[in-house]
């Protein structure tokens, strides 16, 4: 795959996203100024810093979207670390350090690791890309394993982007953090023979653990905010939070792998991805592993709202895996793409509670490793998963659009996962080429003693034509109505594993869909869908 067929691709898939009716439905579909109704309060779009504290020009400019000639050479790697990490230690509190264009055009910068401060904004503009280092030797943690896969699974890559206990704090701008996860290493032992998620298949083929960067890293502190920026091709996790207090992330746009790494429709050429050559040039998200879009763990008063995720791993996956837990989290107005469902866990041993998803549209482009709404645990990182309700869902194209798994893995221990109090009013499953209805899994925990069921009430839960085939239906406790559950009558109630079902599913007009999918490249030219 050479760069001249990439861009081409993407100016076609540009120039058809950019139509008159294209734009005038992506504006519509784009509105995000509503506010959002939480368990804690009216959360109201953010808005951009009212003073710039210092503006910084770029003084790169890409080629067909990419940077890899500028740092060719491993010694230039993060020509802009210094200038920005300075503005951003001068920068007072309620104010920004603003990435422009340089004085001919110039879009992008170049940087290592940086640290934001409290109350401090890095704006990216409309524009301008933020790239990544791909010198693994920038990121080590003086472990000195960045950049490779090993056996163990000591972490040895610092983020990108790192708010470290930081109050009101934030990344804001119509601009791109670009991880550039496709890009060939130049540094180490796989320097121009691995790129970062090849280092990151050998998780699956040597059963290694990949040492890669996370893109952006929120830990401790409170009041965070990401608003309208991109974050695509990361080596690792896009967004994670750990331990904080108030995350507003508010239309952002998470993609991988994008347009500079494959090619329209995710249809890479034969032997080109990284199950059929090392190093790949053509990435899917099947092929760019462990890519999560928003991961918050530890976390409290956390809002997702009106954004875009398409990725190689969960969209977003909720992780409880110490005190105090996570709490007090909505989803509301988004769109999912690739991925691997809107998850809880499987880190749950510290509790997840009070979970709101609503209005979702989910449209998994029939990849086979798509899920849906789904919570996984097991006995070695078990915990209560509860009060949980999802609403107003249209779904299609998902290999398994409902997963309540309690066996994510064959670990085992004596956490044991407790699901209760899950409840889905109005789903709307339009169906899938190739999955039919999808598979389904409907199960809680009861071994060693547990007796841990399911507890979950289905409400105007529709698919469309085919239905789903249920992968498990043990250990359940189903309460049905009053709308329709169009697959009642496969549950089948059974005193030896433990299957109840309370009410009875009436009539209801099912959540209507006809405006809920929206193609990814009307909103991001840079996506392949």
Not at 20 to 25: F, K, R, T, W
Not at 203 to 214: D, H, I, M
Not at 255 to 284: E, M
Not at 428 to 443: K, P
Request: proline share 6%; with cysteine.
């Amino acid at each position: 795959m050479t760069s001249v067929s990439r861009v081409t691709i993407c100016a076609l898939v540009l120039s058809a996203a950019l139509s008159a009716e294209s734009a005038s439905a992506a504006s519509t579909w784009t509105d995000t100024s509503a506010p959002v109704t939480t368990q804690w309060g009216t959360v109201n779009e953010p808005s951009l810093p009212a003073a710039v504290c210092k503006p910084i020009a770029a003084s790169l400019t890409p080629v067909m979207g990419s940077i890899d000639f500028a740092d060719a050479n491993a010694s230039f790697s993060q020509p802009d670390t210094a200038r920005i990490q300075a503005a951003i230690d001068a920068c007072p509190s309620g104010q920004a350090v603003k990435l422009t264009k340089g004085a001919s055009g110039e879009s992008a910068f170049l940087s290592g690791p940086l640290t934001l401060k409290s109350g401090v904004s890095l704006w990216i503009d409309g524009g301008v890309t933020l790239f990544a280092s791909r010198n693994p030797a920038d990121f080590d943690n003086g472990v000195g394993t960045c950049g490779t896969a090993t056996a163990s699974n000591i972490k040895s890559c610092n983020p990108l982007i790192l708010a470290k206990s930081t109050a009101g704090s934030s990344i804001v701008g119509d601009g791109t953090i670009d991880g550039r996860g496709g890009s060939l290493l130049t540094r180490g032992p796989n320097a121009g023979a691995r790129t970062w998620w090849d280092v990151a298949y050998q998780n699956k083929t040597a059963g290694l653990y990949q040492q890669n960067p996370r893109l952006v890293q929120i830990t401790g502190g409170s009041a965070f905010t990401l608003y309208r920026v991109t974050l695509q091709n990361s080596p690792n996790f896009h967004v994670v939070t750990d331990g904080v207090a108030g995350v507003t992330a508010w239309n952002i746009k998470i993609l991988t792998p994008s347009l500079a790494y494959s090619v329209s429709g995710y249809a890479c050429p034969a032997g080109t991805t990284p199950d059929a050559i090392t190093p790949a040039t053509c990435f899917t998200p099947e092929t760019a592993k462990n890519t999560d879009g928003f991961d918050p763990g530890q976390s409290s008063n956390v809002l997702l709202a009106y954004s875009y995720i398409s990725t190689g791993d969960d969209h977003v996956a909720i992780k409880a895996s110490k005190s105090p837990g996570s709490n007090n989290l909505t989803f509301a107005h988004n769109h999912f793409y690739y991925g691997h469902g809107m998850s809880i866990g499987s880190e749950t041993n510290a509790g997840v509670s009070h979970v709101s998803v609503t209005d979702m549209t989910i449209d998994g482009n029939d990849s086979p490793s798509g899920n849906g709404l789904r919570i996984k645990s097991d006995s070695s990182r078990g915990g209560k998963v509860s009060n949980v309700a999802y609403s107003q869902v249209c779904m299609r194209n998902v290999a398994r659009p409902l997963v309540f798994d309690p066996f994510y893995s064959s670990s085992t221990g004596t956490l044991y996962p407790n699901f209760t109090g899950i409840t889905i009013s109005g789903l709307h499953y339009l169906g899938s080429t190739l999955y039919g209805g999808g598979r389904i899994t409907f199960e809680g925990y009861e071994q060693n003693g547990q007796k841990n069921p399911l507890v979950i009430a289905l409400n105007n839960v529709v698919f469309d034509g085919t239905q789903p085939l249920f992968d498990k239906d043990i250990a359940t406790h189903y309460t049905l109505g009053p709308g329709p559950v169009s697959f009642s009558n496969e549950i089948v109630t059974s005193t030896s594993n433990d299957v109840t079902v309370s009410g009875s599913p009436g009539n209801a007009t099912p959540v209507d869909c006809s405006s809920a999918f929206v193609p990814l490249n009307y909103v991001l030219p840079a996506s392949p869908i």
